[in-house]
């Protein structure tokens, strides 16, 4: 009768144990947002010969949708006003070291130091 209880008692005790997951999942929210994102009122260069003043820039997912003066925005549209802002292309590299030359270094003739 000892040892039918002591096996209970030991199963009972280690049933929690695995009752959990050691490692638990998160995968995170599953929400996707598909929302437009329209800035508003700026200064936009559409190409080197297309400026648009206060013109209207609709984005969705990261892409450009359009571009224009009086765009129709959807529904679910966030708006940004970005008056007095100006937008480029992609066609301006912020970092472009193209058509710079390298300093010429001045020949040394001595221990002193160069300013």
């Known amino acids: ?5 002591l096996l209970l008692l030991t199963f ?17 929210v599953k929400a996707e947002n598909n929302n437009y994102t329209a800035f508003i009122n ?3 260069y559409v190409n080197p ?3 648009l003043d206060e013109g209207t820039l609709l984005i969705q997912n990261g892409k450009v949708v ?3 003066k009086s765009l129709s925005l959807p529904k679910n549209t966030v ?3 970005l008056t007095g802002k100006t937008i480029y ?6 970092y472009s070291d193209f058509g710079v030359e390298k300093p010429k270094r001045t020949s040394s003739s001595g221990r002193s130091a160069q300013y």
């Open 89 to 94: 292309p992609s066609f301006i590299d912020i």
């Open 66 to 68: 359009k571009t224009g």
């Open 49 to 51: 010969s297309e400026i």
């Open 1 to 5: 009768m000892r040892i039918p209880f």
């Open 79 to 81: 708006v940004l006003d």
């Open 12 to 28: 009972l005790c280690c049933l929690p144990s695995g009752a959990q997951e050691y490692f638990p999942k998160n995968d995170g």
């Open 42 to 44: 700026a200064k936009i």
